[in-house]
């Protein structure tokens, strides 16, 4: 599997499970080392006509990029969102970063404050 939008982000697997297996690990490992690099991972771009597959992003990193790709949109700065939400720029900082384990109420006050509406859709466990 490949990901046009992520240069340099592929992976193989034996079997369509195994490769979506292997493509979760590589997706979220790449996307982490962009945010880490203090770059913006590009937004999965349609692909009209093209059989594709659904690839998840784990929860806390797809709320990281949601959060730092609507400041990029709106040009809020870390320190001017720190100031709508009553925190230190330090704080915003550990927020966006993809290693930092933050609470759910903060990502939850940080996406609020940048209008992003947060939802959660539980899917059943798969089964072994």
Known sequence: MNFPDCPGCQT???????????ATD???GWLASMLKHGELPP?????????????PVPARLAAVIMIRSRRAK??????????????S????AKLE???TNSSLGSIEKAMHALGIRLEFVPEPAARS
């Open 12 to 22: 193989f697997g034996d079997s369509k499970d195994q490769a979506t297996e292997m």
């Open 26 to 28: 590589a997706l979220a």
């Open 43 to 55: 937004l999965p771009k349609s692909r009209e006509g093209r059989s594709m597959v659904a690839v």
């Open 74 to 87: 709106l040009r809020v700065t870390q320190k001017q969102l720190a100031e709508r939400l009553g925190v």
């Open 89 to 92: 720029q330090q704080q915003v």
């Open 97 to 99: 970063d993809p290693d």
